[in-house]
């Protein structure tokens, strides 16, 4: 037990801390009639009849800033915001070059290189028709690009197309008095799965295809994918990139004397409302919707 005697300020302190006690004691009860009347008050907000007067922005003499188009530099690259060089890579000489960034404006330059459409790739066997008698079908197949037919039965292995048929059945007519069609499963040995392929209906891959012209030169039209490569007396040109949405070709076009190619960005001229297909060895064009042309009969 701790005696008082031993701690000469613990009385000092009791005795403060009883005095600072009593004086609180005493001053809240002479203002406890001042905050009784304090809290009867009604307490609101007035409102003044006049209403301020709006306080108005400071104009900017100066106006909002503008930012300037850029200016091509001294080594030909015009250089805007975010504008990388674009990076392409060649497969035969497995290197990487860099070129001036794409021109994506609304007016295409002129490159010698017209962009008519973009369409799926054709699957590399097509279902023309068949021939024979009931329990003994033949089916009539045509590859793309390639002149002939291709007669098979069931258990026919294609040589070059990596394709086995498995199977060939009539399919319904599509109205009375019209012939029926016929329908092939073919396995696919490079993909592992098997193709439903229709001799009414065109069989394409997921896979995009730019149709191209010349304009000097070839007068054809011509058919790339993504790599091949289309030359001129002008100049050279390899499609760097397909794709269907938004539809635009990357293109990179090599000119004589020049050590790097120039990238360029095609958008197909032809009008909106219309598409290119293919039909046999045959270019036409049709509105979207309509059925695409069929393999020759």
């Not at 295409?108 to 699957?123: F, H, Q, R, W």
């Amino acid at each position: 037990m701790i005696r008082w005697r031993q701690i000469p300020g613990a009385k000092l302190v009791c005795a403060g801390a009883a005095a600072a006690l009593m004086a609180s004691i005493g001053w809240t009860w002479r203002q406890a009639p001042q905050l009784r009347r304090l809290r009867s008050m009604p307490v609101g907000i007035r409102f003044s009849a006049e209403r301020a007067a709006p306080v108005q922005p400071r104009k900017n003499e100066a106006g909002p800033p503008v930012w300037t188009e850029p200016v091509p530099a001294a080594d030909g690259w015009t250089y805007d915001v975010f504008t990388p060089p674009e990076v392409y890579y060649d497969a035969a000489s497995q290197r990487f070059s860099v070129g001036p960034p794409a021109k994506r404006g609304k007016s295409e330059p002129a490159i010698g290189l017209e962009l008519l459409a973009i369409k799926p790739e054709p699957y590399r066997l097509q279902l023309a028709g068949y021939v024979g008698v009931p329990g003994e079908y033949v089916g009539a197949f045509v590859t793309p690009n390639r002149p002939g037919s291709i007669l098979a039965r069931p258990g026919h292995r294609f040589a070059g197309l990596g394709l086995i048929l498995r199977s060939l059945e009539l399919s319904r007519a599509p109205a009375p008095g019209l012939e029926p069609g016929v329908e092939a499963v073919v396995h696919d040995e490079i993909s592992g799965i098997d193709v439903t392929l229709e001799s009414r209906v065109r069989k394409f891959t997921d896979s995009p295809m730019a149709v191209v012209r010349v304009s000097s030169g070839d007068p054809g039209l011509r058919e790339l994918r993504t790599g091949d490569t289309i030359g001129s007396a002008a100049a050279a040109y390899r499609i760097e990139r397909i794709q269907f949405d938004p539809p635009e070709v990357l293109v990179s076009q090599q000119l004589p004397g020049r050590a790097e190619p120039e990238m360029h960005v095609l958008h197909p001229s032809a009008g909106i409302d219309e598409q290119i297909s293919l039909s046999g060895d045959r270019l036409a064009v049709g509105r979207p919707g309509a059925a695409m042309a069929s393999v020759a009969k």
